[in-house]
């Protein structure tokens, strides 16, 4: 059975005259790989469960223009850019929420020197505030006790100076966090930054993101708890390396907060 999850787009807000608390920025990852479709899943069922007036550009969005970036092609970036900051500044978009740190970091800190100024909010810093302001509440469920490692995305850790959020929304699961030896100020990347994510690594005695799946398996965790779509993915790969995938989940923070609750 597939289940209908109310989703609405900016043109249909527009055309009832009205305007949404937060454009939830959805991303490539997850509009588009069936992994990080999941976490889009959970959070939006969050905010309706939050009733949180939200909604998406749908067609409308492009890519933020990250990967090209980083990869080096400026004038690719440029353009992408350019087209999402029209579409959002034609919307009079205020504030942004994005569960990818990717789209994130770019928005919030390259788009305002191309004319694009937004609050710009992480998935993890906007559950924190709705639990803050009482608009949501968060219990154990099935993941009390559990051990768990969050694994820091550059992009909002490193990059962002933002490290308790996600932190802090595990805590409320009442899990048992244990942190990998790099963590916080000293993690490690997951291996897909600056467009590697779309690239088979290049020649060396290890891939990145076996040196940080090993880091997580170390001290022996049931869940790798994850804030970005790449980062999913490479640990997701790196434990199915190392044939613990029946052991050891991987999973986005998001996705917990709405299994506790089984929304």
């Given at each position: 059975?597939?289940?209908?999850?109310k989703?609405?787009?900016?043109?249909?807000y527009?055309?009832?005259?009205?305007?949404p608390?937060?454009?939830?920025?959805?991303?490539?990852?997850?509009?588009?790989?069936?992994?990080?479709k999941?976490i889009?899943?959970?959070?939006?069922?969050?905010?309706?469960?939050?009733?949180?007036?939200?909604?998406?550009?749908?067609t409308?969005?492009?890519c933020?223009?990250?990967?090209?970036?980083?990869?080096?092609?400026?004038?690719?970036?440029?353009?992408?850019a350019?087209?999402?900051?029209?579409?959002?500044?034609?919307?009079?978009?205020?504030?942004?929420?994005?569960?990818?740190?990717?789209?994130?970091?770019t928005?919030?800190?390259?788009?305002?020197?191309?004319?694009?100024?937004?609050?710009?909010?992480?998935?993890?810093?906007?559950?924190?505030?709705?639990?803050?302001?009482?608009?949501?509440r968060v219990?154990?469920?099935?993941?009390?006790?559990?051990?768990?490692?969050?694994?820091d995305?550059?992009?909002?850790?490193?990059?962002?100076?933002?490290?308790?959020?996600?932190?802090?929304l595990?805590q409320?699961?009442?899990?048992e966090?244990?942190?990998m030896?790099?963590?916080?100020?000293?993690?490690?990347?997951?291996g897909?930054?600056?467009?590697?994510m779309?690239?088979?690594?290049?020649?060396?005695?290890?891939?990145?993101?076996?040196?940080?799946?090993e880091?997580?398996?170390?001290?022996?965790?049931?869940?790798?708890?994850?804030?970005c779509?790449?980062?999913?993915?490479m640990?997701?790969?790196?434990?199915?390396?190392?044939?613990?995938?029946?052991?050891?989940?991987?999973?986005?923070?998001?996705?917990?907060?709405?299994?506790?609750?089984?929304?």
């Amino acid at each position: 059975m597939s289940e209908t999850i109310k989703v609405p787009t900016m043109a249909e807000y527009m055309a009832e005259g009205k305007k949404p608390e937060i454009l939830f920025w959805v991303g490539c990852a997850g509009s588009f790989d069936d992994r990080a479709k999941k976490i889009t899943k959970a959070f939006v069922k969050i905010l309706n469960k939050a009733n949180i007036d939200f909604a998406v550009l749908g067609t409308e969005e492009s890519c933020t223009g990250d990967p090209a970036k980083r990869a080096g092609n400026e004038f690719a970036f440029q353009m992408q850019a350019m087209t999402n900051i029209e579409v959002l500044n034609g919307y009079e978009v205020k504030k942004i929420v994005t569960a990818c740190p990717h789209c994130f970091n770019t928005i919030k800190n390259e788009y305002p020197g191309l004319g694009g100024n937004y609050e710009v909010v992480h998935h993890t810093q906007f559950l924190k505030s709705l639990l803050e302001g009482g608009r949501l509440r968060v219990e154990g469920g099935k993941f009390k006790g559990k051990r768990i490692t969050f694994h820091d995305p550059c992009y909002l850790g490193r990059a962002n100076g933002e490290y308790e959020a996600p932190r802090d929304l595990l805590q409320k699961l009442e899990v048992e966090l244990v942190e990998m030896k790099r963590c916080k100020t000293r993690g490690l990347c997951c291996g897909a930054g600056g467009a590697q994510m779309f690239k088979e690594p290049e020649s060396g005695k290890k891939d990145v993101n076996i040196e940080r799946t090993e880091e997580a398996l170390e001290i022996e965790p049931k869940i790798i708890a994850a804030a970005c779509p790449f980062c999913n993915t490479m640990m997701t790969d790196g434990v199915k390396a190392k044939h613990k995938e029946d052991e050891v989940q991987v999973m986005d923070v998001a996705e917990m907060i709405a299994n506790a609750e089984d929304l």
